[in-house]
């Protein structure tokens, strides 16, 4: 592969300095550049490759040359193989395996084997679920969450799922996209009888597809309750470039109204959206490490929405949907993925560009959630429901007009001064390892369908998820712009915040 213009890039990389160091290290060094990125300023080789790679494709360093791992870059030729780091690889070595499913504020589901076979227990029943610190919902989901609880085997297993339906009505089990035998689709009343309550169904077939697939009821009424799980099967063959990172976000929404804790499943509206089970700012943010190849798998399992997600900062490239992994010659490059109801998409990055990255669903009403503050009781002066509905007669006095200024605003209620994080709310979303370090006001930015994807070079990456020690709110993040950005015109967030800060 002949290239057009090395040397702009290599310029352009050098004479950014800080930046040049890591780009400039040699494959031996890439992990030890990963410990000091953007901290060392002496001149090495221009091109990054591991050592798997050089000894795979000996002749690919001038294809790789325009992409660093560690400064945000293109890469020259569209037609490069490593475009955008299209296949440069993560740090994991292919003989370690896939790198674990996390699919964050969702447990795995434990399985046993008995005689070859992988048997897992799952239990669709009524769950309580916290949507934001204080906000318990009453919904539906398995063994005690939502979404229910993942299922992870491998390409070629053969799978046996007890189900044991504790619902309050008779369900069935649908293994979404299997290529599976007919009597167990779980197709309500089509191919079986249904699950009544408190009876046991087993659902046993082999798995030869590997990707991105789902559980859920195959009862209409019972999805819209939030009836869905991941059930992921990675390849025998491990995918190639191997990823430091798989993780996997469930979007959802809800019509929950006013004092409500119960959803309406009739409902063609929606009001509260969840990305696996929370609502921001209470989803738990994506750390990774920079440098590292990454993978998300989005999936939507809303009733009536669509969810174009958007992530800022990287390009990605679009590596499959629900049905399998994608041909790499039909890869796309994207930033923003719109995801249909009941359909899957994976993209995978090199994590080069560090920061805390927006990442979140772009239709503007599903960046919010509720906004309900000034209907019903809650318009009241004091907010206590129970008060209200114990003493009908003498209710609180219709609050007229909110004392905040915004709310006289024409547009109100565009700052979304309805929302309420009181103190303890804000304790207990900065009280998560993940979120350690951010700006003192990111939780103001974050609602509804909206997550973090929070690139950190390594030492900060061990002070926040490896140590216990106390991180400032700002710090990380104050770190990661002396480094890799311009101080000079950096202003850190105001602290104490308006709302509910905590010291
Ligand atoms: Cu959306």
Redesign the pocket.
């Known amino acids: 592969m002949t290239q057009s213009h090395p040397d702009n890039g290599r310029r352009d990389f050098i004479k950014r300095g800080a930046f040049a160091a890591v780009a400039l290290s040699t494959g031996a060094a890439a992990h030890a550049s990963q410990e000091t990125s953007g901290a060392n300023d002496s001149a090495q080789p221009l091109i990054t490759l591991p050592p798997s790679v050089e000894h795979r494709h000996p002749h690919v360093k001038a294809e790789y040359e325009g992409f660093s791992r560690y400064v945000p870059s293109r890469g020259n030729n569209p037609d490069s193989d490593y475009y955008i780091g299209k296949l440069v690889p993560g740090f994991r070595k292919p003989e370690e395996g896939p790198a674990p499913f996390v699919a964050p504020d969702v447990p795995t589901l434990p399985h046993t084997v008995k005689e070859g076979v992988k048997e897992f227990h799952l239990v669709p029943q009524a769950v309580e679920r916290e949507f934001l610190p204080g906000y318990f919902m009453n919904v539906w989901g398995f063994n005690g969450s939502i979404p229910g609880p993942t299922i992870e085997v491998t390409q070629g297993d053969r799978v046996r799922i007890i189900v044991t339906n504790e619902l309050p009505e008779e369900t069935s089990l649908h293994w979404h996209g299997f290529e599976l035998p007919v009597q167990y689709d779980g197709s309500h009343t089509l191919t079986q009888n249904p699950i009544m309550p408190g009876k046991t169904f087993v659902y046993e077939f082999d798995v030869h597809e590997e990707g991105t697939f789902f559980y859920h009821t195959h009862v209409a009424m019972q999805e819209t309750h939030g009836m869905v799980g991941w059930f992921i099967v990675h390849p025998r063959q491990p995918f190639d470039p191997p990823v430091d990172r798989d993780f996997g976000l469930i979007?959802q929404h809800f019509a929950i109204l006013p004092n409500q804790t119960v959803n309406d499943s009739w409902s063609m509206d929606w009001n509260w959206?969840t990305i696996n089970g929370r609502s921001g700012p209470f989803t738990t943010p994506l750390v990774v490490k920079h440098g590292e190849r990454v993978r998300i798998r989005i999936m939507d399992f809303s009733p009536v929405?669509?969810?174009?997600v958007h992530l800022h900062g990287h390009t990605f490239w679009v590596t499959g949907h629900e049905g399998a992994r994608i041909p790499k010659s039909a890869w796309i490059p994207r930033n923003t993925e719109l995801i249909a109801v009941a359909q899957a998409s994976s993209f995978e990055f090199i994590a080069n560009n560090p920061g805390d990255w927006m990442f979140h669903?772009h239709?503007t009403h599903?960046m919010m959630n509720h906004m309900v503050k000034h209907v019903g009781p809650r318009i009241r002066q004091g907010e206590n429901v129970e008060e209200y509905i114990n003493n009908l007669d003498n209710r609180p006095a219709v609050q007229m007009q909110h004392q905040d200024p915004g709310f006289a605003v024409p547009g109100y209620p565009q700052g979304m001064k309805g929302m309420s994080m009181s103190e303890e709310f804000m304790r207990r979303i900065w009280s998560r390892r993940e979120f350690m370090g951010m700006r003192a006001t990111a939780a103001m930015s974050l609602m509804g369908?909206m997550t973090t994807l929070r690139v950190l070079p390594a030492d900060l990456y061990h002070r926040v998820m490896e140590t216990d020690e106390t991180i400032e709110k700002g710090a990380i993040f104050q770190e990661i712009v002396n480094r890799f950005g311009d101080p000079a015109h950096y202003e850190p967030a105001p602290m104490p915040m308006k709302h509910g800060h905590h010291s």
């Open positions: 979007f959206h929405q669509h969810h174009p669903c239709m599903h369908l």
